[in-house]
Each structure stands twice: as structure tokens, then as C-alpha cells.
Nanobody
Framework: QLVESGGGMVQAGSSLRLSCVLSGGTFSDYPMGWFRQAPGGTERELVG?????????YYADSVKGRFTISRESAKNTLYLQMTSLKPEDTAVYYC???????????????????WGQGTQVAVSS
């Protein structure tokens, strides 16, 4: 089970750190990612992804240089540090885990099997 937290309502330019805790599973061997779905949107957009080891990462162009994905195996936790937030970052943010053991980062939604329930981020101008 993946459980996200850390969302909230903030002003543009602020920072937030999202957390995603995995319970009841193996955290350290699998690639993970953060996705978001904007209000009224029908698809989830990949924001950032990390390899199983955390040594390789990927970011969408829209967040590159502002967001940082990281993982802490000792705590079974995936993080998304978000800085310089913009109104267009407003969305529900989801963490996801792939079943592909010891793989590099994955960028397609259908490569992830396990999803959290999401945490809302709202950025006002």
C-alpha cells in the first residue's frame, strides 16, 4: 500500500515536500515515480521518476530544476521536493511503484502497477 502526504494550498513561489510511504511490500528493489492529474484532466502526467537504486532520475521538462525526487529505503519512503511552485502545478499528485525489479527509471504510466490514493496540491497566484 502506498500512502502519500504533504500536499496543501500554497502561494506561487512556495515549496512543498510530498512523501509516499510503502507498507506491506518491498521498497528498495523497484523503480518509482510521481505523477499528477490536473483539475479536469483525464490523464496522469509523469512528473519525476527514479530507478530502483535512486541513482538515476528523470523529470518532466515542466518541473526540471524545480522538483527533486528522492527515496529513502530505510524509511520505505519516496519524496518529491517541490520549489518555486506555480499555479500550473496545481493537481492531485500520485506516487507509483513498478513491479520491474532493479530497473532504471520508467516513464510510461502503464509500467507502474501500484498507486497511492493521491494528495492535493493547490498553488494560488
Amino acid at each position: 500500500q502506498l500512502v502519500e502526504s504533504g500536499g496543501g494550498m500554497v502561494q506561487a513561489g512556495s515549496s512543498l515536500r510530498l512523501s509516499c510511504v510503502l507498507s506491506g511490500g518491498t521498497f528498495s528493489d523497484y523503480p518509482m515515480g510521481w505523477f499528477r492529474q490536473a483539475p479536469g484532466g483525464t490523464e496522469r502526467e509523469l512528473v519525476g521518476a527514479t530507478s530502483w537504486s535512486g541513482r538515476a532520475t528523470y523529470y518532466a521538462d515542466s518541473v526540471k530544476g524545480r522538483f527533486t525526487i528522492s527515496r529513502e529505503s530505510a524509511k520505505n519512503t519516496l519524496y518529491l521536493q517541490m520549489t518555486s511552485l506555480k499555479p500550473e502545478d496545481t493537481a492531485v499528485y500520485y506516487c507509483a511503484e513498478s513491479p520491474r525489479g532493479r530497473a532504471t527509471f520508467l516513464t510510461e504510466t502503464d509500467e507502474y502497477d501500484y498507486w497511492g490514493q493521491g494528495t492535493q496540491v493547490a498553488v494560488s497566484s
